[in-house]
């Protein structure tokens, strides 16, 4: 039998916490008998919450934290201050090998700091980057970073390119997974300083199926499967996908409302349009890892709904089983 994935969830973090998030952990418990979920926060609404569900006992357990991060507080010293926090609680079960993973719709700014600062890093990694998978044409991609760092150096972002496509190819299954330099233009020369550093440590890296820069334009095709960047630009990147995707579905659905016959052909075509646009829905792929740590910590969006925190939960399974943070520590080794 599978060894059990111990998954800390912070029960508090996010706008729907925690109605949302409970239902999100017992939704994966339910569906998968390899996790075991920690709900980590005030014990009595948590429990409240559980009481309207049917759930393995076995595989669901509380954990109390009285206080709770707000996502407007300075994270470095909320971090500090508030010990007994859902966030906080859940970071050091990871540090102590109580879980192997947390998964949190909290303050990014406090999944951040906790991350480096309680899980740590795996010697060697510079930088962890928040890692979202991210929806196009051919499947999904992996964009890294996001969030995590708006300043970052070339060695950076060659480390990122490696841990991504550890992850692309262990846990999605992508092989020899093309990596792409997200930048102004596909010619070598294009570029900030940054980029036109980063691309040559790119192309001499044998670890890695490096295939040039990308252009914003052809991100949604899905010309690539690791998309490299500082998180200044991944951050804009990413949440210009996810505004045109909601309008597009938005718009998409209003026009097959707009009139009879419209709404005729929208009941022909509805079981295939579903199944299209669920693919472009970022909620189907989990939160964004945050790679390079010495635990898994996930961060899911602050607005996330039951099906997504089930989704941050699951992609711990197989983070574990392919021992995704033994092949990025073989990576980082390979550059001493």
Same mark, same amino acid.
């Given at each position: 039998?599978?060894?059990?994935?111990?998954?800390?969830?912070?029960?508090?973090?996010?706008?729907?916490?925690?109605?949302?998030i409970v239902k999100g952990a017992v939704e994966a418990v339910n569906e998968d008998r390899r996790v %075991?979920?920690?709900?980590?926060?005030?014990?009595?609404?948590?429990? !409240?919450?559980?009481? $309207?569900?049917?759930?393995?006992?076995?595989?669901?357990?509380?954990?109390?934290?009285?206080?709770?991060?707000?996502?407007?507080?300075?994270?470095?010293?909320?971090?500090?201050?508030?010990?007994?926090?859902?966030?906080? =609680?859940?970071?050091?079960? #990871? %540090?102590?090998?109580?879980? @192997?993973?947390?998964?949190?719709?909290?303050?990014?700014?406090?999944?951040?700091?906790?991350?480096?600062?309680?899980?740590?890093?795996?010697?060697?990694?510079?930088?962890?980057?928040l890692a979202p998978i991210i929806p196009n044409a051919e499947g999904v991609s992996l964009l890294l @970073?996001?969030?995590?760092?708006? @300043?970052?150096?070339?060695?950076? *972002?060659?480390q990122f390119a490696k841990m991504g496509s550890v992850y692309m190819e262990s846990v999605l299954g992508?092989?020899?997974?093309?990596?792409?330099?997200?930048?102004?233009?596909? !010619?070598?020369?294009?570029?900030?300083?940054?980029?036109?550093?980063?691309?040559?440590?790119?192309?001499?890296?044998?670890?890695?199926?490096?295939?040039?820069?990308?252009? +914003?334009?052809?991100?949604?095709?899905?010309?690539? @499967?690791?998309?490299?960047?500082?998180?200044?630009?991944?951050?804009?990147?990413?949440?210009?996908?996810?505004?045109?995707?909601?309008?597009?579905?938005?718009?998409? $659905?209003?026009?097959?409302?707009?009139?009879?016959?419209?709404?005729?052909? +929208? *009941?022909? #075509?509805?079981? +295939?349009?579903? =199944?299209?646009?669920?693919?472009?829905?970022?909620?189907?792929?989990?939160?964004?890892?945050?790679?390079? *740590?010495?635990? *898994? #910590?996930? $961060?899911?969006?602050?607005?996330?709904?039951?099906? !997504?925190?089930?989704?941050?939960?699951?992609?711990?399974? +197989?983070?574990?089983?392919?021992?995704?943070?033994?092949?990025?520590? !073989?990576?980082?080794?390979?550059?001493?």
């Amino acid at each position: 039998m599978a060894e059990m994935v111990n998954v800390a969830v912070d029960a508090m973090g996010g706008d729907n916490a925690p109605g949302e998030i409970v239902k999100g952990a017992v939704e994966a418990v339910n569906e998968d008998r390899r996790v %075991k979920v920690f709900l980590v926060g005030r014990e009595p609404v948590i429990r !409240e919450e559980l009481k $309207k569900y049917t759930y393995p006992a076995e595989q669901l357990e509380i954990v109390h934290a009285e206080e709770v991060i707000d996502t407007g507080e300075p994270p470095v010293m909320a971090i500090r201050r508030k010990k007994d926090s859902s966030i906080v =609680k859940a970071m050091y079960m #990871v %540090k102590e090998g109580q879980c @192997d993973a947390l998964v949190s719709a909290g303050s990014t700014g406090a999944v951040l700091v906790g991350g480096q600062v309680i899980v740590g890093r795996i010697k060697g990694v510079e930088r962890p980057p928040l890692a979202p998978i991210i929806p196009n044409a051919e499947g999904v991609s992996l964009l890294l @970073d996001c969030g995590a760092n708006v @300043d970052a150096r070339p060695s950076q *972002l060659l480390q990122f390119a490696k841990m991504g496509s550890v992850y692309m190819e262990s846990v999605l299954g992508v092989k020899n997974p093309r990596v792409g330099l997200v930048n102004i233009g596909v !010619e070598e020369e294009k570029g900030n300083a940054l980029t036109r550093e980063t691309y040559p440590l790119l192309q001499s890296c044998p670890e890695i199926n490096f295939i040039g820069n990308v252009e +914003a334009r052809d991100i949604p095709a899905g010309v690539a @499967d690791v998309l490299v960047c500082e998180a200044f630009a991944g951050n804009i990147v990413l949440k210009m996908l996810e505004g045109v995707s909601d309008v597009l579905i938005k718009k998409i $659905k209003g026009g097959m409302m707009s009139s009879l016959r419209s709404k005729i052909g +929208a *009941l022909l #075509v509805k079981p +295939a349009l579903k =199944k299209t646009l669920k693919g472009f829905s970022t909620e189907e792929y989990g939160g964004a890892p945050l790679l390079g *740590l010495n635990g *898994l #910590v996930v $961060k899911t969006h602050g607005s996330s709904k039951a099906i !997504e925190i089930r989704h941050s939960i699951l992609q711990c399974i +197989a983070f574990k089983e392919q021992n995704i943070n033994e092949k990025i520590k !073989e990576q980082i080794v390979l550059e001493d």
